[in-house]
C-alpha cells in the first residue's frame, strides 16, 4: 500500500508537541528550568545527571560488539574516556522552549554542564562577555554577526583522543617546530583565542529593491578581529610580502594601514578597501572604505542603541560569546531580490519545482515587525542557545523527524527497485 508509512505521522506530532501545562519541576531541573521560558508553547527538559554513566554503558557494549563483527575499532578506545576528554560526562540536564510572540518565534535551548570548561565546552570561550560587535557597527547595520573562538585547550584534548586510537604520530607531529613562526602546533593553538566580528551595511532604497547591483555599490562592510595581533607580528610581513597586490603602507600613532593604489580602486564601484593594524588596542580591522571604518572607530551612534536592534534581541542573552542580527531591511530587500529575480525567470527551469516552498519561506522571514537574531552564551551554569526567528523548535524537530521518514521511505523504495531488477518482473515469475 501508498499510504502504508502515514499511521506514523500522528506519533510524530504527539512526540514533538510538549504540554504547557503547569506541573511540578523535578528538583534537578530547577536550574535549567530558569534558563528557558517554561510559559513558552513548546517546553522540553530532560534529566541527564547520572544517566550518562548508563549510556558509556550502551556505547561500550556497541565497541565491543562492533570489533567482534570485524571492524577497525583500536583496542584503547572506550567510551568512558572518550566521554571525559570530550566534557560530555559534565552533563547534568538539557532544556529547550519556544514561544510564538510577534509574529516570531523565541527559542532557548539549554545545556546544563556546572560550568564545566572541559572538552567541547572550552572551544566557546569565557562566561558573562559583553557583546563586541553591537558596539562597534553604527546604528541601521544590517547583518551583524561576532564568532569567538577559543582553541587553547584544543590541542591537549586533540593529543588525549589520538592516545585513545594509538594514533602516537600525531602527537610528534604537534611537537615539531613550525620555522615561520618558530613555534610548534601545540604552542600555536594554546595562544589562539580570538572574536571575529563582521558587520555588513546594504543599501536597502527603493532602486536596491530590484537591482542587485545597487546593493553590492551601495553597501559598506567591516571586520575586526581581536586576539590575534602577536600572530600578525610574525607572520604579517610575509602575507603582505606573498600577496599579488602591491599594497600602500602607512603608519600613524601605533596604527598600520594598508590599502590599494588608487588607480586599481577606479574600478572598485566606489570601494576603498584597508587593512589596519591596531597594536595598541589589539584589533586588526578590514574596511570596505575609510570612511565606514572612522565611524565604527568612533563608537558614537552604535547598533547597540538603536531601538530596531533592541527590539529583535528582546528576550536573549544581553552578554555572550556569539551572535547574529539580520535588519528587517535586509529580510525585506532579500524578498523584493526574489521575486524580481524569478519573474524572470532567473533561478532556471527547474526552480519550478521548489518555488512554492520557498515563496511561503520569504513570507515568513518578514511576516514580523522585528529582525532575527541568535545569541550564543555561556554562564556559570551552562550553555543557551536562544534565538529570534520564523521558526520554533518545535518546528525543526517534526521536520527533521519527517525527513528521516521520508529518506527511510526513499531507501526502500530504492531496495525494492534493486530487488524488481535482480528478480524482473513478478508477473513473469511462475
Same mark, same amino acid.
Given at each position: 500500500m501508498k499510504n502504508k508509512h502515514l499511521f506514523i505521522i500522528p506519533i510524530l506530532t504527539l512526540i514533538c508537541c510538549s504540554s504547557a501545562m503547569s506541573q511540578d519541576i523535578h528538583p534537578s531541573l530547577k536550574k535549567t528550568a530558569s534558563k528557558i521560558d517554561t510559559a513558552g508553547d513548546y517546553i522540553s527538559m530532560t534529566k541527564l545527571d547520572g544517566d550518562v554513566a548508563a549510556i558509556t554503558q550502551y556505547l561500550e557494549i556497541i565497541l565491543k560488539t562492533a570489533r567482534s563483527n570485524g571492524e577497525s575499532i583500536p583496542e584503547n578506545i572506550n567510551a568512558k574516556d572518550l566521554f571525559s576528554i570530550l566534557g560530555l560526562d559534565t552533563l547534568k540536564a538539557i532544556g529547550s522552549s519556544a514561544k510564538e510572540l510577534d509574529n516570531a518565534w523565541i527559542n532557548h535551548s539549554y545545556i546544563e554542564n556546572g560550568g564545566s570548561t572541559k572538552g567541547l565546552f572550552s572551544l566557546i570561550g569565557e562566561s558573562n562577555q559583553d557583546f563586541v560587535v553591537p558596539t562597534i557597527c553604527p546604528a541601521g547595520t544590517d547583518l551583524? &554577526? $561576532?564568532? $569567538? *573562538?577559543?582553541?587553547r585547550e584544543l590541542a591537549p584534548m586533540l593529543m588525549k583522543v589520538a592516545k585513545l586510537s594509538g594514533k602516537d604520530q600525531m602527537t610528534a607531529d604537534m611537537e615539531r617546530i613550525i620555522p615561520e613562526i618558530n613555534m610548534t602546533p601545540t604552542q600555536l593553538i594554546a595562544k589562539l583565542k580570538m572574536t571575529v566580528s563582521l558587520a555588513i551595511d546594504i543599501n536597502t532604497d527603493e532602486n536596491t529593491q530590484t537591482n542587485p547591483l545597487a546593493i553590492i555599490a551601495g553597501s559598506n562592510a567591516i571586520m575586526r578581529i581581536d586576539g590575534v595581533n602577536w600572530l600578525w607580528d610574525k607572520l604579517g610581513d610575509q602575507i603582505i610580502a606573498q600577496s599579488s597586490i602591491p599594497l600602500e603602507k602607512s603608519e600613524l600613532d601605533g596604527m598600520i594601514t594598508y590599502t590599494i593604489p588608487a588607480e586599481m580602486r577606479k574600478d572598485m564601484l566606489g570601494y576603498s578597501p584597508q587593512l589596519i593594524i591596531d597594536k595598541a588596542n589589539g584589533h586588526i580591522w578590514i574596511s570596505s572604505k575609510p570612511e565606514f571604518y572612522a565611524i565604527c572607530k568612533s563608537g558614537n551612534n552604535s547598533l547597540a542603541k538603536s531601538t530596531e536592534f533592541k527590539a529583535a534581541m528582546e528576550h536573549l542573552p544581553s552578554k555572550g560569546n556569539s551572535m547574529m542580527y539580520l535588519s528587517k531591511g535586509m529580510l525585506f530587500t532579500a524578498q523584493s531580490q526574489y521575486e524580481s529575480a524569478a519573474k524572470v525567470n532567473m533561478f532556471g527551469n527547474d526552480f519550478a519545482k521548489g518555488k512554492e516552498i520557498i515563496d511561503r519561506l520569504m513570507e515568513d522571514i518578514t511576516e514580523s515587525d522585528k529582525g532575527w537574531a541568535m545569541a550564543l552564551s555561556k554562564d556559570p551554569d551552562g550553555i543557551l542557545l536562544a534565538s529570534r526567528g520564523p521558526v520554533g523548535l518545535q518546528h525543526l524537530n517534526f521536520a527533521t523527524k519527517i525527513i528521516s521518514l521520508l529518506t527511510y521511505m526513499n *531507501? $526502500? #523504495? %530504492? %531496495? %525494492? #527497485?534493486?530487488?524488481?531488477? #535482480? &528478480?524482473?518482473? &513478478?508477473?513473469n515469475l511462475e
Open positions: 551583524a &554577526l $561576532q564568532v $569567538q *573562538i577559543d582553541l *531507501i $526502500q #523504495k %530504492e %531496495e %525494492e #527497485k534493486v530487488m524488481r531488477n #535482480k &528478480l524482473g518482473p &513478478l508477473d
